[in-house]
């Protein structure tokens, strides 16, 4: 039985922060509630005895109305703290979640894409789809453990007056200390029996947790993006699909039956194990407050109250025990939870914070650059050099697969080169603070993402609301009329995740918001991959029109499949199979007659026959 | 199940509690059934609070459900570092947290109120019992044993009487549940399944298409997206449709498919309704190439086919990655055609680039053929080779089959028999390209633009 102290610590830690009376407050109530059964044995004997001794009426019915008073202040007060701690709890649950959120929004964005930042993320979905959430068994299971401590420690107490009368009797004291130790021997075997139970069960559990994290991803990923993604609806009934997805989701379905069917097989055992030993105890225990009784021994009042205090202190001792194997059932998946909140990158990135200089003028360039993604063999990039001064717009071409978008990822610092390095005016760009880098880019990512949340703040990110310039973002992309016919301008939702009435948008009016943010964002170095794919003709001459003359100063790389917007490039780089082919303007570029003169060829063959 | 079984023992408890008290003393069985009565009272104002704030805390948990997946996407992780949009993910989260927290401690409050109501309750229960009963006990009228007895039975009947009460609500409860799950079950076609023909339709040839004063409205929009289509398409003709965006392009692409029904107006395949079919029928016949990417974590080759791989024709799968451009890549994969994809799905798949996930989408429906091909922007991330082999390929891959094609690169329009203007939602322009360039309208413009930078004239301007 190892104890977990670092562990400990951080929840203990994190109860603190949501309340420093969740502790004490969940103490309380189940004091209250481990103390209401010996009122109601310590009265109910009282009104018993007093009935045999003959008291008067007006005397037994004061002790009965004690009996009721007690359990109802003990039950009021209860309820009082359990409503406290009930609230602390949904507390104490989001605010877990929103730091595992936190730390999925900020984590370095190659360690999130990892195999165990994948696993872990996964992990922590699939446990609390099918533990439950670990805060909320936390208190549960302290729950238990205290109200099963305070029980156990009651009952104690009456019993060891029960001995000690009997030893003021005079009625045989290494009797009573023999019966009375033989009692507590017992009950320290079946907590020891519990506990152990319990730990193997516990065991076996989160072993059969682990055995599921492929699943667990490849679950996720069926229900997220195949069950409940409408759009993917599409293609299976156009495809009929539903052989292939029933047989392939059926796989993960089976490695999870057996799962579950474990699970259930292992809780049936461990609980059957539990019942037994608890109540071949307390079979025991009442055998001999019965023997006792039958030997006119201790009074029947005394009976209610004794044989009532063992049954509390074997339900109480079950419980402990159980509530101690279900906390150390529960831990790794806290532990999972703060691993994933500590996860950092091997070398901190980021860590040598060079702040950027404060000049406006940006010169990037690469040198001798390698890359390849993990897990495969072949380079994506290989010795991969170019410059690019301040104010160059500069266009990448190539075929599908040729590098392109990698080129642009390990500028964006999402990936670090193998060998070789990028540098921003002379410095390695690993280097700088990696917030204050981000801010130099404003980026149209090829697989651009608009959530659905208000338009403007698409487009405005975490800042503030700046309408104006929202606006002038929306115009410069023609967008502004649109907007302003929607429900409710920019303040309008978009698509239906978020709002009901959210709008939906086509292909390439999501574009154009997409452009609109990074405009918004008016970084001294722009970035645009594939920006123009799902626009019309007319709106993709005019965006690369308006971004030359809104653009005029600032530096631009972006890539392009319509080699008619490589016109308005000062530099055209050709990559091929992750190689940088050519470089030089269009006009030289078509000279040479190489790659670039061919894919030229390809595209305008048709525009110019016509 | 288990609550049904749990119902019954209640009830056989209830009975042999109730009747033990009941010949002992009538009294005393009416208090506790007040009593007890009361205290379910108060927990019917619980579960109504309950049941105001689940809207709330489903609309709260809904929206924090969305912030977590997308925070898990790797798509959106790239746009929230660059953009700074983490501060957003954040704040949004905390007002739903916030709204949530509101909610759960307002039944916090009121469960707590409900309970110690019912601890009121209970205390008098219990004392008005003892009262009776050592007035009985005092009297002589029972034995002290029989108190002992009757204090316990009173205790355990208010048990099983909640039990019961609570059983019985749950059970309607789930009743109701049980209601939703079959009315989702029997979600039909708007009535109309019935009415649908069984009949296989011919795939076998080109089909004729005819639209008949189509129109459709997305729910809850206010304008039509699609007004007053008029159109026939002759069996095996190509047919381009072009227009700007939001002009209406993608709707159509629906309706063809079927996943729409037009809201007035009729489509009719070779003259008969296509709602009088059944969608298997008629979807059997299609193949379409969607906008959107969507690929599965299985094999390339069960990617490509849509089915399992016993029923898998591998040549077939071979010769549309030939035909759509992706077949040498595909044989230099680590696994050749085996290869997984969807890295966010499975440590071992592969990473394909946008053009490439594009080119497996266009093997996929030529792998499916069928005499109704229809492409939705099928070269959009397509390099020029790759596109300008498409185009190539065109002909050979709509042999005896009626198709769609829409772009916004207009050279695509000069393999087609037809080109459809969209504007607005309706049909501006039809005709051949040369049609449609000596009438000088909108698809005259179009065109120019585009292919203003590619002539050798138009470059000179700049």
Redesign the interface.
């Known amino acids: 039985m190892r104890f977990d102290r670092d562990l400990f610590k951080k929840t203990f830690h994190s109860f603190h922060e949501v309340s420093p009376w969740l502790f004490p407050a969940l103490a309380g109530e189940n004091f209250l509630l481990a103390v209401r059964p010996f009122i109601v044995l310590h009265f109910s004997a009282a009104v018993v005895d007093g009935l045999y001794r003959g008291d008067g009426e007006a005397q037994v019915l004061l002790q009965a109305l004690w009996l009721s008073l007690g359990v109802l202040a003990a039950e009021a007060a209860g309820h009082i703290l359990g409503c406290y701690v009930e609230k602390a709890g949904q507390r104490l649950y989001v605010e877990q979640m929103k730091k595992q959120l936190e730390k999925m929004t900020t984590m370095d964005y190659q360690l999130l894409e990892s195999g165990r930042g994948q696993e872990l993320s996964a992990s922590l979905k699939r446990g609390r789809f099918q533990h439950g959430d670990p805060f909320d068994k936390l208190i549960r299971y302290t729950r238990d453990v205290l109200a099963g401590l305070f029980g156990v420690t009651a009952a104690l107490v009456y019993l060891a007056r029960f001995a000690a009368q009997k030893l003021a009797a005079g009625s045989g004291a290494p009797e009573t200390f023999f019966m009375f130790g033989g009692f507590l021997v017992l009950a320290a075997g079946g907590v020891l029996l519990t506990v152990k139970n319990g730990e193997r069960h516990n065991g076996q559990r989160f072993a059969r947790f682990g055995k599921l994290t492929a699943q667990n991803r490849l679950y996720g990923f069926y229900r997220q993006n195949v069950f409940q993604n409408y759009k993917y609806g599409k293609e299976v009934r156009i495809f009929d699909e539903r052989e292939l997805i029933v047989e392939e989701f059926g796989k993960v379905q089976r490695a999870n039956r057996g799962f579950i069917k474990g699970i259930g097989k292992d809780e049936g055992s461990f609980k059957a194990a539990n019942s037994v030993v608890n109540t071949f105890l307390s079979g025991i225990a009442c055998l001999y407050v019965g023997v006792n009784a039958y030997h006119k021994l201790i009074s029947v009042g005394n009976i209610v109250k004794y044989s009532g205090a063992v049954a509390q202190f074997f339900t109480g001792l079950t419980r402990v025990a159980a509530g101690i194997a279900d906390l150390r059932g529960n831990a790794p998946f806290l532990r999972q939870h703060y691993e994933f909140l500590d996860l950092e990158p091997e070398e901190a990135r980021g860590g040598r914070k060079r702040v950027l200089p404060a000049s406006a003028s940006v010169e990037l360039s690469f040198e001798h650059v390698y890359f390849r993604y993990p897990g495969t063999e072949a380079w994506t990039l290989q010795d991969v050099s170019f410059r690019v001064s301040q104010g160059d717009h500069i266009a990448m071409v190539g075929q599908n697969g040729s590098g392109k978008t990698t080129c642009i990822r390990l500028l964006l610092r999402l990936y670090r080169p193998e060998k070789g390095v990028i540098r921003l005016n002379g410095v390695d760009i690993q280097e700088y603070d990696i917030k204050e880098y981000w801010r130099l880019l404003s980026v149209v990512f090829q697989d651009f993402k608009l959530f659905s949340f208000r338009l403007w703040q698409n487009i405005a990110g975490s800042g503030a609301k700046r309408e104006e310039a929202v606006w002038k973002a929306l115009e410069d992309l023609g967008m502004a009329q649109r907007v302003r016919e929607m429900y409710a301008g920019m303040d309008s939702y978009l698509y239906r995740e978020y709002d009901e009435q959210g709008i939906l948008l086509s292909g390439g009016e999501a574009q154009k918001l997409a452009i609109a943010k990074a405009l918004y964002k008016d970084a001294p170095v722009f970035v645009m991959d594939e920006p123009s794919a799902a626009l019309d003709p007319v709106s993709e001459a005019q965006l690369y029109e308006k971004t030359n003359t809104l653009l005029g100063e600032k530096t631009m790389i972006f890539i392009s499949h319509r080699l008619s917007s490589c016109c308005f490039c000062d530099r055209i780089l050709v990559l091929k199979d992750g190689v940088l082919l050519e470089e030089g303007s269009h006009e030289q570029l078509l000279q040479l007659g190489g790659e670039y003169q061919k894919l030229w060829e390809a595209q305008a063959g048709y525009y110019q026959s016509a | 199940m288990t609550r049904g079984v749990s119902f019954l023992v209640n009830l056989c408890g209830l009975l042999f509690y109730g009747l033990t008290i009941g010949r002992c003393d009538p009294a005393i069985l009416a208090v506790v059934t007040m009593t007890t009565c009361g205290g379910y009272l108060a927990t019917v104002l619980l579960r109504r609070c309950e049941q105001r704030q689940k809207e709330t805390l489903v609309d709260c948990d809904?929206?924090?459900n969305?912030?977590?997946?997308?925070?898990?996407?790797?798509?959106?992780?790239?746009?929230?570092?660059?953009?700074?949009?983490?501060?957003?993910?954040?704040?949004?989260?905390?007002s739903s947290?916030e709204r949530?927290?509101r909610s759960?401690?307002r039944i916090?409050?009121v469960?707590?109120l409900v309970?110690?109501g019912e601890?009121?309750l209970?205390?008098i229960r219990?004392?008005v019992t003892?009262?009776y009963l050592?007035?009985l006990?005092?009297a002589g009228r029972i034995a002290?044993?029989d108190?002992?007895l009757m204090?316990g039975m009173v205790a355990g009947l208010s048990v099983w009487m909640r039990g019961l009460i609570g059983d019985a609500g749950e059970l309607k409860r789930l009743g109701l549940y049980l209601d939703d799950y079959f009315a989702w079950l029997d979600l039909g076609d708007d009535g109309q399944t019935s009415k649908k023909r069984e009949e296989e339709i011919n795939h076998e040839d080109a089909p004729s298409l005819t639209f008949e004063h189509v129109s459709f409205c997305?729910e809850?929009a206010q304008e039509d997206t699609l007004r007053d289509i008029t159109l026939t398409v002759r069996a095996g003709e190509k047919l381009a449709i072009?227009?700007?965006?939001?002009?209406g392009k993608?709707t159509l692409v629906?309706l063809l498919?079927g996943?729409y029904r037009p809201c007035r107006g009729r489509i009719l395949l070779d003259g008969k309704d296509i709602t009088d079919y059944s969608?298997?029928a008629y979807?059997?016949g299609?193949?379409?190439v969607?906008?959107?990417i969507?690929l599965?974590?299985?094999s390339m080759v069960?990617n490509v086919s849509?089915?399992?791989r016993a029923?898998t024709d591998m040549q077939r799968v071979m010769l549309s990655l030939e035909q759509a451009g992706i077949g040498e890549?595909v044989r230099k994969l680590?696994a050749g055609t085996d290869t997984c994809l969807?890295r966010?799905?499975?440590?071992d798949a592969?990473?394909?680039?946008?053009?490439?996930q594009q080119?497996t989408m266009l093997a996929?429906a030529l792998y499916?053929g069928g005499s109704l091909l229809i492409l939705d922007?099928p070269t959009?991330?397509?390099?020029?080779?790759?596109?300008?082999d498409i185009?190539r390929k065109y002909s050979e891959m709509t042999q005896g089959v009626t198709s769609f094609f829409i772009s916004?690169r207009?050279?695509s329009t000069?393999f087609c028999d037809r080109i459809i203007l969209l504007d607005d939602g309706r049909i501006a322009e039809q005709g051949t390209?040369e049609e449609l360039?000596a009438k000088q309208g909108s698809y005259w413009?179009?065109?120019n633009?585009?292919?203003?930078?590619?002539?050798e004239g138009g470059?000179d301007e700049?």
């Open positions: 809904r929206k924090m969305y912030l977590e997946n997308e925070g898990q996407s790797l798509q959106a992780a790239r746009e929230l570092r660059i953009y700074d949009m983490a501060g957003l993910f954040s704040g949004l989260y905390r947290m949530r927290t759960t401690d916090a409050h469960k707590a309970c110690s601890s009121l209970a205390f219990s004392f003892y009262f050592i007035h006990a005092v002290i044993g108190l002992v204090t997305y809850g072009v227009g700007q965006n939001g002009a993608t629906k498919s996943l969608d298997e979807f059997a299609l193949a379409v969607f906008q959107d969507q599965l974590p299985v069960e849509s089915h399992i029923k890549r680590p969807q966010s799905a499975r440590e592969v990473e394909l680039s946008g053009g490439e080119k996929k499916k922007e959009a991330a397509l390099d020029p080779i790759a596109e300008n185009y916004h207009l050279a000069s390209h360039m413009e179009m065109f633009v585009q292919s203003r930078y590619y002539t470059r700049i």
